[in-house]
């Protein structure tokens, strides 16, 4: 079958009167086309010129044998309720994606400090001498060293003032 006219829409308004027994308008089959993708278009093109009736109706999703009201039309070809609700659903499951892998960040960019049971480690006993590279040891021994030098010097003294105080004691008697 030839194109009429340049018209792929007047062709398959008149093949499907005449071979598939179906009146469609010209406005029903404009949308069906609108709705095929490239590859769709040239096969249909393709089955039109090799006057392929069994192409022609799968590519347009027409069932040529049913002749009730409502079933072969070009009606039936919209998409159910399921279709449409299946691609709204990967838009709405990609945005509750997008929202959790937002909410994860700004949770990781934050990090709150939580107060714990052994959380507040501090530093004990001489951290100080510690952090100078200083050995802590070697600190006792100094502080050690210097307190026994202070006592020997006190003793010193004490024993010092005891023979004055002996002296006077025994000297005026």
């Given at each position: 079958?030839?194109?009429?006219?340049?018209?792929?829409?007047d062709?398959?308004?008149?093949?499907?009167?005449?071979?598939?027994?179906?009146?469609?308008?010209?406005?029903?089959?404009?949308?069906?086309?609108?709705?095929?993708?490239?590859?769709?278009?040239?096969?249909?093109?393709?089955?039109?010129?090799?006057?392929?009736?069994?192409?022609?109706?799968?590519?347009?999703?027409?069932?040529?044998?049913?002749?009730?009201?409502?079933?072969?039309?070009?009606?039936?070809?919209?998409?159910t309720?399921?279709?449409?609700?299946?691609?709204?659903?990967?838009?709405?499951?990609?945005?509750?994606?997008?929202?959790?892998?937002?909410?994860?960040?700004?949770?990781?960019?934050?990090?709150?400090?939580r107060?714990?049971?052994?959380?507040?480690?501090?530093?004990?006993?001489?951290?100080?001498?510690?952090?100078?590279?200083?050995?802590?040891?070697?600190?006792?021994?100094?502080?050690?060293?210097?307190?026994?030098?202070?006592?020997?010097?006190?003793?010193?003294?004490?024993?010092?003032?005891?023979?004055?105080?002996?002296?006077?004691?025994?000297?005026?008697?």
């Open positions: 079958m030839d194109i009429k006219d340049g018209s792929i829409i062709t398959i308004t008149s093949f499907l009167q005449s071979e598939a027994n179906i009146k469609v308008a010209d406005e029903d089959v404009s949308d069906v086309l609108r709705k095929l993708d490239f590859s769709q278009t040239l096969k249909l093109v393709d089955a039109i010129k090799d006057n392929d009736a069994d192409g022609i109706l799968d590519i347009l999703k027409i069932e040529s044998r049913v002749e009730e009201a409502g079933y072969g039309t070009l009606a039936t070809i919209t998409p309720s399921t279709t449409i609700k299946s691609q709204t659903t990967k838009d709405v499951n990609a945005q509750r994606r997008a929202n959790n892998a937002n909410q994860d960040a700004a949770r990781d960019s934050s990090s709150v400090q107060k714990v049971a052994g959380g507040n480690k501090q530093p004990t006993g001489q951290g100080a001498a510690r952090s100078l590279g200083v050995d802590p040891d070697d600190v006792q021994r100094g502080q050690n060293a210097a307190q026994a030098n202070a006592n020997s010097d006190q003793a010193n003294a004490n024993s010092a003032e005891i023979e004055r105080l002996k002296q006077l004691a025994f000297g005026r008697r």
